[in-house]
Structure formats: C-alpha cells, structure tokens
C-alpha cells in the first residue's frame, strides 16, 4: 500500500463551477477525515467518517459542501457554486479506530477558484 | 473548541544551530502528533506522544509532552537545511477529531 492517495493533485475552475475531488485511503483504516487549509494556516477539519457513516461535520462545512464514502473506502469531497474563498489545499487523511488513531495525510488537492 | 498555539510562528536559523518550537494549550489531550509539511505537499507524521511527560527521540528531534498533557515541544539538534518545512503539532482529546495549531515555518540556511 503506498499510502493516502488524492487526485487531482491541482485544480483551477471558474465560479460558480462544481468541483469534486477524491481520496483513497490505506486500505485497512476505517477512518477517513477531510481538512482545509489556507496560506499561513494549519489544516481545519471539515468532515469525519467511519467506515461509510459520516460522524461528523464542522460548522465550515456549508451547504455546497458535501461529502460521501458509499462503500467505506474511498471518498469523495464536492464543492457545489465555487467561490473564490473555497481556494484552498484539500487534504484527505486516514486512520485506524482506536487505540491507534494516527492519521496519515494524503499530498492533497490545490483548489484555485478564477 | 480546542485551541493549539504554536510558537515561534516562524525561524529562520543556521545550518548546525539547535532550535526548540513549542505548542499550548489550555486544554488537555490524550494523545498530540507532531507533522512537518513542505510546501505543496501534505503533512507528515514524524511522531505520536499519549503519556505525560513522555520523551520521543527521532534522530536528532526531541519531542516532549508535558505532564498535564497540555503542551509539548519539539527540540531539533545541530539543524540541517533538510529540516526546512512547517512543523505542525495537533491534538486529540478521547476519539474526537485531530486538532490543528498554525504551525512553525523552520527555514535552515546552509
């Protein structure tokens, strides 16, 4: 397994375009987390899942926002109207459940909105 | 909401120089990640601390988590230029999400 996988790696769209990225996890973790981050920041928690339930979601995440991971592997993040304050890094990590809940990031997806 | 400060917020040191970051909170944690992020890249765990007062050595990084579980640092001997990233510390407290500090961008000239 070579790790957290995110595609795409970049992505430039106009507003108000549909954006959806994807992750795919280390196999065996059955947790799956989405971060944003901005320049000069550290990453903000988005979204949480647990195998295919999503457990929790922050107040960041807006109504174009939404998130799924039908199967309990891979995951998949849309972004509904893009705006220019949605230009962000998109990080996806994984992690075992307890007692071990070391998350592992992927390289990320580079989101500028035009 | 938990909050993680980082500190200094940015270094910029010679190569061989020691260097120490630090991160606080004032809430408790039951386990704190250390990560070093390059630019356009994700985040790397580099190492995980749970007990109070724990000491990890990686190399030559020293992490250490305070005895109340509230903060930790992370202590570098003679820096490299290959140190050069954004060292991230997060917290977790029971099973909840892990929660992010804003960094220390390290830069290590040759």
Known sequence: ?114 | TQLLEQSPQFLSIQEGENLTVYCNSSSVFSSLQWYRQEPGEGPVLLVTVVTGGEVKKLKRLTFQFGDARKDSSLHITAAQPGDTGLYLCAGRSGYSTLTFGKGTMLLVSP
């Open chain 1, 1 to 114: 397994d070579t790790g957290v996988s995110q595609d795409p790696r970049h992505k430039i769209t106009k507003r108000g375009q549909n954006v959806t990225f994807r992750c795919d996890p280390i196999s065996e973790h059955n947790r799956l987390y989405w971060y944003r981050q901005t320049l000069g920041q550290g990453p903000e928690f988005l979204t949480y899942f647990q195998n295919e339930a999503q457990l929790e979601k922050s107040r960041l995440l807006s109504d174009r926002f939404s998130a799924e991971r039908p199967k309990g592997s891979f995951s998949t993040l849309e972004i509904q109207r893009t705006e220019q304050g949605d230009s962000a890094m998109y990080l996806c990590a994984s992690s075992l459940g307890a007692p071990t809940p070391e998350a592992f990031f992927g390289q990320g997806t580079r989101l500028t909105v035009v």
